[in-house]
């Protein structure tokens, strides 16, 4: 668990409009874990009864069933954004990330409220230990088979964190999904599969089958470019 305590010269409206505006792609980015990929929503107010003034952003657990359908479970909350309205114009932010693949991004987020706020204050809290693997939250007859190719537990992204949640993002993402089928069609047909390829690339299946549903429809049309 990463927990920062930040201090803004702002309102809790604007606050909460500039994170919404800012994450409202994220549900685009997929982020390996164990046997699947975790998936984020947007930021939102929280609808915890213990405050109106927290903002979270909830997690899912995806992963892909044998006959090729992917399957979803919510996780809960996994970014937390606590805020305390303070005088003349000020907010206090306790913002805290649970997962450590997630940390990139939580940390892109972090960057970013420090430029469009340069005279915010931020304070690191002691690392503390993260919460138990995803795994063990999913039900034994849940899991995908184990032969399939593990991905290591908690990997971190290496990408920029300027990479992150954006539209732009996305359409560079898709056009490497576009090459990495080019690349790999051998002796007339496709040799790599469509959630394999959109994992090299960490974009969710579902939200590239979404945005281009012809290259999902014709991934294993060799003819097809």
Not at 19 to 33: A, G, K, N
Not at 51 to 70: K, L, T, V
Not at 137 to 144: F, V, Y
């Amino acid at each position: 668990m990463k927990k920062v305590a930040i201090f803004l010269k702002t309102t809790f409206n604007d606050f909460m409009a500039w994170l919404e505006q800012r994450t409202q792609y994220v549900y685009d980015e997929l982020f390996p874990i164990d046997n699947g990929w975790l998936l984020l929503e947007s930021a939102r107010l929280s609808s915890s009864l213990r405050s109106n003034r927290d903002i979270e952003m909830r997690g899912h657990y995806a992963w892909q069933r044998e006959d090729g359908s992917e399957t979803r479970q919510d996780q809960g909350t996994m970014i937390r954004f606590e805020v305390l309205q303070l005088n003349q114009g000020r907010v206090e932010v306790h913002a805290t990330c649970t997962q450590r693949v997630l940390l990139p991004y939580f940390n892109s987020l972090l960057g970013d409220i420090a430029k469009r706020w340069p005279e915010s204050y931020i304070e690191v809290a002691p690392m503390q230990s993260l919460s138990r693997p995803i795994e063990s939250r999913i039900p034994d007859n849940e899991l995908p088979p184990p032969e399939h190719e593990q991905v290591p537990l908690l990997r971190e992204s290496t990408r920029p964190a300027t990479a992150y949640g954006t539209q732009e993002a996305t359409k560079v993402k898709l056009e490497k999904l576009h090459e990495i089928r080019k690349k790999n069609i051998r002796q007339g047909k496709v040799k790599i599969g469509w959630t394999v390829a959109c994992q090299q690339v960490t974009i969710s299946p579902t939200t590239a089958r979404k945005v281009d549903p012809e290259l999902r429809a014709h991934w294993y049309d060799e003819s097809y470019s």
